[in-house]
């Protein structure tokens, strides 16, 4: 059993920034793509971020490309979303999830993310 467990949301100010964390259990972390997905209220769950279990490759949607780092930490089983110059628009419940073999099959509880303008 896998389990995802998100931290380091909150309330900021537009222009701030947040790094999010997803701690890892229950699998061989380091094998794994892992990915971020936010949902904001009245929408549906978006993509957000992406990489693979080396770290090697990131991909990231259009709405936070320039703005948002997504990196790992295999020694600790833990994935980060670095989050630059925040935008109300980026107000959203924010997921980590894990991608095996052809889908994205745990999820986290999520981090609630509040920016203000």
């Known amino acids: 059993q896998v389990q995802l467990t998100e931290s380091g949301g909150g309330l900021v100010q537009a222009g701030h920034s947040l790094r999010l964390s997803c701690a890892a259990s229950?699998?061989?972390?380091?094998?794994?793509?892992m990915g971020w997905f936010r949902q904001a209220p009245g929408k549906e769950r978006e993509f957000v971020a992406a990489?693979?279990?080396?770290?090697?490759?990131?991909d990231y949607a259009d709405s936070v490309k320039g703005r948002c780092t997504i990196s790992r930490d295999n020694a600790k089983n833990t994935v980060y979303l670095q989050l630059n110059n925040l935008k109300p628009e980026d107000t959203a419940v924010y997921y980590c999830?894990?991608?095996?073999?052809?889908?994205?099959?745990?999820w986290g509880q999520g981090t609630q993310v509040t920016v203000s303008s």
């Open positions: 990489i693979t279990g080396s770290g090697g490759r990131t």
């Open positions: 229950g699998r061989t972390f380091s094998i794994f793509r």
């Open positions: 999830a894990t991608y095996y073999p052809t889908s994205w099959d745990y």
